[in-house]
T-cell receptor, first 111, second 114 residues
Framework: QKEVEQNSGPLSVPEGAIASLNCTYS??????FFWYRQYSGKSPELIMS????GDKEDGRFTAQLNKASQYVSLLIRDSQPSDSATYLC???????????FGKGTKLSVKP | DAGVIQSPRHEVTEMGQEVTLRCKPI?????LFWYRQTMMRGLELLIY????????DSGMPEDRFSAKMPNASFSTLKIQPSEPRDSAVYFC????????????FGDGTRLSIL
């Protein structure tokens, strides 16, 4: 059973701090990884994707991938209250179309 | 650009009734996915299509659930007969079926079975 594990949280950080969200995956064949943000009552929205070991930065977001240790993390710098949401980690094996989603980590950024 | 379009946005019906959820994927996307999301189980893949052909329906909970994709621009998920435990948010997503391409989600259908 291929699994993606996330700490459900809630993770609470003060405004302006760095939020660190972690995700581990069981399928060593996974090649693509995605972070989605989901506001309450809304649909998941893609915020980051990564495929190579190391860091990938996009604005305040950095995705870190370590395939040897089978984890991928998302860092959010200068956290804002508007970042408060549930963050879903997903992996895909090879060229197959489906994603395996974690259950998400709820992030709360306190003003 | 039009995103993934789902209808209806909300559906409330009595158990035993047939429920049909509809999805229009993003033009040019050749993969379509149906998910169900609940607090307890998170986001679960029900079925996905590639080039209108069902590839993996192992997530469909039971025979009461069926999905079709008659053409590249339309898909339905049907529940017959519906039960209260089917209450959830159902999302449709589409993608380009290539490993490094993400899926894009519709706004979902919030289904309540009384």
């Amino acid at each position: 059973q291929k699994e993606v594990e996330q700490n459900s949280g809630p993770l609470s950080v003060p405004e302006g701090a760095i939020a660190s969200l972690n995700c581990t995956y069981s399928d060593r064949g996974s090649q693509s990884f995605f972070w989605y943000r989901q506001y309450s009552g809304k649909s998941p929205e893609l915020i980051m994707s990564t495929y190579s070991n190391g860091d990938k930065e996009d604005g305040r977001f950095t995705a870190q991938l370590n395939k040897a240790s089978q984890y991928v993390s998302l860092l959010i710098r200068d956290s804002q209250p508007s970042d408060s949401a549930t963050y879903l980690c997903a992996s895909r094996q090879g060229s197959q179309g489906n994603l395996i989603f974690g259950k998400g980590t709820k992030l709360s950024v306190k003003p | 650009d039009a995103g993934v379009i789902q209808s209806p946005r909300h559906e409330v019906t009595e158990m035993g009734q047939e429920v049909t959820l509809r999805c229009k994927p993003i033009s040019g996307h050749n993969s379509l996915f149906w998910y169900r999301q609940t607090m307890m189980r998170g986001l679960e893949l029900l079925i996905y299509f590639n080039n209108n052909v069902p590839i993996d329906d192992s997530g469909m909970p039971e025979d009461r659930f069926s999905a079709k994709m008659p053409n590249a621009s339309f898909s339905t998920l049907k529940i017959q007969p519906s039960e209260p435990r089917d209450s959830a948010v159902y999302f449709c997503a589409s993608g380009q079926g290539v490993s490094n391409q993400p899926q894009h989600f519709g706004d979902g259908t919030r289904l309540s079975i009384l």
